[in-house]
């Protein structure tokens, strides 16, 4: 995978060197030495070359100078990620079909700078983490553990298991996000950008929640969404005096 942008390649860079097998830098590229140095604390070579050529290596997107290859991105499996949110406290996020690429790397990038977030997508019918995903997340995908399920509904069951209490958003009848009181363990649940929560999800909810809409004609995108519902849940544990730290994994 190429991973393209200075946000996304110093991330990885920082935080996950690892996975980095090269890094590939524009001619007259303003940072050239802070990567020089950063590259060659964990061996990995770095190329110098041509606008032109690093165009054709990036297929012509806008690369700030700066791309790397990537290994494929490294999924969790379900029950480690489980066993890691009950650990650490983690929120739990349940991807219901989203599809949007965009949308799954934005989502990646607030749940990434909220912190203590872990995030479980299904197999099918939903976006996965891709070089697209990843250069709209922005390095976010480097602090969110992310398990592929092949039926969410079960994984939720499991969760149930956990203690953790099952939260859908809806665009309706459901309790405002302005008056719900939510609980510390959480599994919240984002339907898809067209269909919502499907229903054999919904007969497992806890709690329904939404954001009042003051204009009723319109509303908000999924990762819009997903980025409100989470900052509140982070909101509302520190005001109950859950421990939220710094994310440094």
């Known amino acids: 995978m190429k991973l393209s942008g200075k946000n996304p390649v110093y991330e990885k860079l920082r935080v996950d060197p690892k996975s980095i097998v090269k890094i590939y830098l524009q001619t007259g590229f303003s940072e050239a030495g802070y990567v020089h140095q950063k590259a060659a604390k964990h ?80 197999t099918h019918d939903s976006a996965s983490v891709t070089e697209s995903v990843m250069r709209v997340a922005s390095g976010g995908e480097n602090y969110v553990p992310i398990a592929l399920v092949g039926n969410i509904n079960k994984a939720i069951v499991e969760a149930k298991k956990e203690n953790f209490t099952i939260i859908g958003t809806v665009t309706s009848e459901g309790t405002s996000i302005y008056e719900a009181d939510l609980p510390l363990h959480i599994g919240l649940v984002i339907g898809g950008e067209e269909k919502g929560v499907r229903p054999i999800i919904l007969k497992n909810l806890d709690m329904k929640i939404t954001i009042p809409m003051l204009v009723s004609t319109m509303s908000l995108n999924v990762a819009q969404a997903t980025t409100i519902f989470c900052y509140e849940i982070i909101r509302q544990k520190k005001s109950k005096k859950q421990p939220i730290g710094e994310e440094t994994e």
């Open 43 to 122: 061996s990995i070579p770095v190329l110098t070359m041509a606008a032109h050529q690093m165009d054709r290596i990036g297929r012509g997107k806008n690369t700030q100078g700066i791309m790397a290859d990537v290994s494929d991105f490294a999924y969790l499996q379900y029950d480690d990620l489980l066993e890691q949110a009950v650990k650490k406290k983690r929120t739990l996020v349940f991807l219901d079909g989203v599809t949007d690429p965009q949308n799954l790397g934005a989502i990646l990038r607030s749940l990434g700078s909220l912190g203590r977030f872990s995030l479980v997508l299904p």
